[in-house]
């Protein structure tokens, strides 16, 4: 395979960003990407990227310059198979990306999903009595991965989608493989896609019409077939996106949002005073680690951006957690900090493809945090954060906390 040449005069960089060092702690390379310049050649995967706010908003919010339908991962569409069907919505320009965001966005609007706020709300509160009951002398050592940034979203998200109970288990590798799969076909894709042709099938049996419980948001986007807002052959795939993108980015924001709280015990205190804070706590450790930390676009045209021109089809690589942590526009970037406003954050992406269920995710996490927060005084580290490898997510796979009961 030839790659393309960087022009004359583009910084060039020739680190990996998907090794498994820079995976594991990628600031200190975004640092350098940010500092080399608006636009940075990666010589290894003869890619364009972009690591400062302003640059990467930009793109996000250009889609005509920077088209999301040749693929949003290192692959190009228009050379290779995708492994599996693109998504009608993450890999999709308008004017086909109209009537399936226009659907779903209406699906998992914060109205539709006004039902399941006293469901949530009783779950968490449930949830964290369960978990709190094993305390010892009113302190509780777990790891907060399996036991609630797991387990909560597990409980809750299955069921109001309406999936069946069996084989649940899929969710979480297929949406792990999907995330790398965005990524080069490096040691992560290597290792997960044992198993995934066996995810693949049980996923795409729970996106059929008699599969889904008929009261759930599954059901919504039939129901929106059904009314001619999309076809019979959308729909499958919208619940698809659904079932991809949902569960996996969900889980690691709690993780995000808790290592936060716990590494600033002042501002869990401030949360716990004023507790619709934690609308705030979730998006403002969203912009910190950014769950999400990388997507491409494809330069349609020749596209200038500063100084530089990247030529019609080259590959653009966005970092989000690198524009999320930017000192050109964020003042003490690194800091957890509920006095700032985080909103403007990339975390969710930004324009026309912005996360269609981040009110589902916001729910979740507020209804969690809200429960944790009338329960638990203090809550701190127990040991260190492990990180779970993956190509385009910065994910936890170890979160040992101490909480102290109030
Ligand atoms: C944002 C996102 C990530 C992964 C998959 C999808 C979307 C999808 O639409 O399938």
Not at 18 to 33: G, I, K, T
Not at 194 to 219: F, M, Y
């Amino acid at each position: 395979m030839t790659l393309p040449i960087a022009p004359p005069s583009l910084p060039l960089s020739d680190e990996d960003p998907f090794s498994a060092e820079l995976l594991d702690e990628p600031a200190p390379f975004h640092e350098r990407l940010r500092d080399a310049g608006e636009v940075v050649f990666l010589e290894r995967y003869g890619v364009y990227a972009m690591g400062r706010y302003a640059t990467v908003h930009a793109a996000l919010t250009d889609w005509q310059q920077f088209i999301s339908s040749a693929g949003v991962g290192v692959s190009n569409f228009r050379k290779e198979q995708p492994w599996r069907p693109p998504s009608l919505l993450l890999e999709a320009d308008p004017p086909a990306h109209n009537a399936p965001r226009a659907s779903l966005a209406k699906i998992l609007s914060p109205r539709s999903l006004r039902a399941y706020v006293p469901i949530w709300e009783a779950a968490a509160e449930r949830h964290v009595e369960e978990l709190l009951a094993d305390a010892v002398d009113g302190v509780l050592e777990i790891d907060a991965v399996p036991t609630i940034t797991e387990a909560f979203p597990l409980r809750v998200f299955p069921d109001a989608v309406g999936l069946e109970r069996d084989g649940r288990e899929h969710l979480l590798p297929y949406g792990d493989f999907v995330f790398n799969a965005f990524g080069p076909h490096n040691f992560l894709v290597e290792a997960g896609s044992v198993g995934v042709s066996e995810h693949a099938a049980w996923i795409a049996r729970q996106c059929e019409r008699d599969r889904l419980d008929p009261t759930g948001i599954g059901a919504s986007v039939w129901a929106a077939a059904d009314r001619g807002d999309i076809t019979e052959q959308q729909a499958p795939l919208i619940i698809r996106s659904i079932l991809t993108a949902g569960v996996d980015t969900t889980i690691h924001a709690l993780s995000a949002v808790l290592h936060a709280v716990a590494n600033a015990p002042n501002q869990w205190a401030a949360l716990r005073a004023e507790p619709s804070l934690a609308r705030r706590a979730f998006d403002e450790a969203i912009r910190l680690e950014s769950p999400v930390q990388t997507f491409f676009r494809t330069a349609n045209g020749d596209v200038r951006i500063g100084g530089t021109v990247v030529p019609d089809g080259q590959k653009i690589l966005m970092f989000l957690g690198s524009a999320n942590r930017d000192p050109r526009h964020w003042d003490h970037p690194d800091d957890f900090d509920l006095g700032r406003d985080p909103s403007g954050h990339v975390g969710f992406g930004m324009g026309i493809h912005q996360c269609v269920g981040q009110h589902v995710a916001r729910l979740e996490a507020t209804a969690l945090l809200k429960a944790l927060a009338a329960r638990v005084r203090a809550i701190e580290p127990a040991g260190p954060i492990r990180r779970h490898l993956n190509n385009t997510l910065h994910a936890t796979a170890s979160l040992p906390l101490r909480l102290a009961l109030a």
